[in-house]
């Protein structure tokens, strides 16, 4: 993937003791303004995420429309030793510029992602924090929520179809969960998140991408029992096969 395309802009910022930059697309903004990127700055246009993820995330009422912005938290164990903050390897590998770039990829493809606005990383000595602000999907709801309020009635073969056309595309999605696909009211799919993500030739990653979805959605059973959720499962994944075996 190329580093730099004459839709992309880049604008150098300092704040504090650090340097930082912020990435967007410029056939939608002529002028951004890196305090975009901080959740203070839209005081109470900015809405706390409080639905999977862990935390740093807002719905912003931007002049520009319904926006989600979401600040990069570590997890695992590293998250004992900062929060926020990855090591400085060069502006072109910061996780937000990447999810930025990789994001628009999958959009000029035509798959169903969120429309990236900006992203952002300031650099202080030898790492960087993160951030990245794209379009909020309207009426949607996960599809863990679904999940949870609908058992069996649940969109498994919509999710197994959808999962299949982002394979087929060789993008190797690095935390696939059910909190990361969205549906609307009328069935259509969205996946979301892609920090991490990749674009490879397709090989064994994809049974790992639906390995660790069907951890999540036995995390997520409720009263259900294993076997029930396994069964479902399966209907995703004999959806996600019939797509697959059509595009191959």
Known sequence: ?????????????????????????????????AAWMR??????????VDSGGRGGAWFIDAPFGQSLLRQYKRGGMMRHFSHDRYLWHGAQYTRSFAEFRITRALLAQGLPVPRPIAASYLHEGLSYRAAILIDRLPDVRSFADRILTSGSDAPWEEAGRLIARFHRA?????DLNAFNILFDAGGRGWLIDFDRARFRIPAYWRERNLARLLRSCLKIRGARSEDEVRHDFARLRRAYERVWNKMT
């Open 1 to 33: 993937m190329d580093l730099f395309d004459a839709t992309e802009g880049i604008l150098p910022f300092r704040e504090g003791h650090g340097t930082g930059a912020i990435l967007f697309d410029r056939e939608r903004f002529g002028q951004v303004d």
């Open 39 to 48: 959740p203070e700055h839209w005081g109470q246009r900015a809405r706390p």
């Open 170 to 174: 060789g993008l190797d999605h690095a």
